[in-house]
């Protein structure tokens, strides 16, 4: 009985040192790994500054301003006015008769998902 | 190895023949083997104990060395334990309220030279001048050869620029990389922003340092490796900066200024959504200090919050409010505008002009007399007045988060005979910056209770103390209104947005003593809307004359007026303040659609 531990504590050392040996170098693999990324991750943030100060810069004040003026042709892009202000009574929503001139037959209750593409322009909105 | 026989046949022959015995021979050789033997194996046996000395020698080296070099060197973290965030740059950003960014950083290089590895400094020097026009060929390439091993040769440089001294390829150019500051709006809030430069500077890296306005005042926080990934929120909105900014140059060009200021703050929380100062700067590239002539001409000198200036009749509110707070007065009551001597010195109105025997206090205000200030300002007396001031903030320099703040300490006299109680009812003698009347004018229009100035985004501001009854306060709103309405601000009556205010020209002070005839500092210091007030406006100018009609105008009404009215037309959409009435009539579109 004794020589059969032997034997198995044995090739159990050896499987552990095995396992501890893989286990080493695959950590090694990792932390190489994590630095690698943490190198990456720091170039992309330096690039990301970089691309905000850019976006800043191309979207200063001034910049927009000349934009605006060279396109007026275009655009028409004034300052903004307080007479631009609207109310909500200004906003002309079809009269109430309009939804009773229809007469609507045998309605449905649908349901499902609308796609995008398969929506025609209606030259109506319905409001309930 | 030979080996000798143990009974060599020619020696027993002749022991024989000698009658000897022949085993001595065999003894003798035997005795001698064995000393050979012996020796060879005691010279085996030293071999392996140096072999074996050698081999404990140098395990016990080896571990020692190991030992050694492990006490020696620095500890390292282990790497799986750094966290991945925080290593961002080092210096925080600035942005505006909408988070824009009005100030951040950018990884370049700076030019150094190892003068010791240059090849050829002659075309070192020759190919650097061409890529920086600035550098003198002959100049550098005397300091390259003149002894020195390390020289700096530019602080920043552009990728493009890095190219083209890469492709002069010679060992002894060197770059160090930088974190550079950059403010992509130019010269946009230049005078908040103030500036930056680089600090204690190595080869590896630079530190950025803030050298004026938000950014030395904040050092400490933008230069806090903790925070380093939250940017500094100001209260500042780009947006109406920009128009502020905009509008501000054209008035100061068209009234012929020597300068300007604009505050727009709000009244709730002291925020500052605007506050502008002309002539300005760039940051990017800020100028040298002025080292002859008056400091405040320089675009440096922020007018806004450094200008000390005597505000002349915007003051008159504060008496009026003070008055009717301590119930001396009411809106309604007549004060004495007929006459009034102080020693022997008679105060008299702007321009010769002549208010009548009484007026009422609030058309005191309305048509700015300084005869009928001054007669309220007496009755109120010197130390309640003084304290009154002083409550308002107009005796200390502004809390607001500036460097320059600190050093503008408004100007009042120590004595404070009868005169100065007067004169200082309508702004003369006592001098503030406009943030100072900006901050006094928001006090009043908060209900008398008092704000603190601020450029930092503030999501709950902590209230302030009140200084005068809401109803004084409430009253002293409508007297600005009818100033506006019709008083000596028309031109400031923005249909929808109920514009109250004060306006102020002041005579400016010759450095010589006295006062300048034909230089003014008008101010309006305005508060809208009248009816549930959200901001303050004071708009400031330097030496500004209309000269549109036949003669030059050097009053408030004709310069700060309608600059006031501009930025108030302007700055009031971008606020989300919708027209308190309904726009008048319907465009072409509305028609169609009704």
Redesign the interface.
Known sequence: MRPVIYVLTFIAVLGLGFWAYRENYA?QA??RE??Q??DE??QL??SL??Q??E???L????RL?DLAAVNFDRLGLM?????????VA?V?YPTQNASIAIDIENTVDVAGELVAAEIEPSGEVQTP | MTRVPLRPLARILRARTLGENPDTIERENLRLRHEQMRDKSRGQAQLRLVILILCFFSAFTLIGARMGMLASTEPVEP??S?G?DA???GRADIEDRNG??LA????TNALYVQTRDLVDPRRVATELSQIFPDLDAETLHRRFTDGRSFMWVRKVLSPEQVQAVHEIGDPGLLFGPREMR?Y?????AAHVLGGSSFGAEGVGSAQIIGTAGIEKFMDSRLSDPEQAGRPLRLSLD??V???VE?LLETGVNMYSARGGAVILMNIKTGEILSMASMPTFDPNDRPNPLVKGEPGDSPLFNRAVQGLYELGSTYKIFAAAQAMDLGLLNADSPVDTSFLKIGRKTISEYDGHNYGPTKTLSEVIEVSSNIGSGHIALMIGAERQQAFLRSLGLFSSSPVELIEAMGAKPQYPKKWPDIVTVTAAFGHGVSSSPLNLATAYATIANGGVTVKPTLLAQADPTPGDRVMSAYAAEESVKMLRRVVVSGTATMAD????EVAGKTGTADKPSPTGGYYDDKVINTFAAVFPASHPEYVLVVSLDEPVETSGSKPLRTAGWTAVPLAAEII??A???LGM??VV??AG?DAL?AV??
């Open positions: 950590t990792s932390l994590v630095a990324l943490q991750i720091a943030r330096d500054a970089i905000r100060a976006w800043a810069y979207n200063r004040p001034s301003r300052p903004m006015q307080a007479s631009q202000f609207g109310v200004e002309s | 790497r799986s750094a991945g290593i961002a740059s824009h960014v951040t950083n950018m990884q950059l992509p709006n130019g010269t946009l780009m947006t900066q920009a128009h905009e923005i249909p929808g947005y037309k302007r009031a959409p971008l919708r027209p309904e726009p319907t509305t659609k009704q």
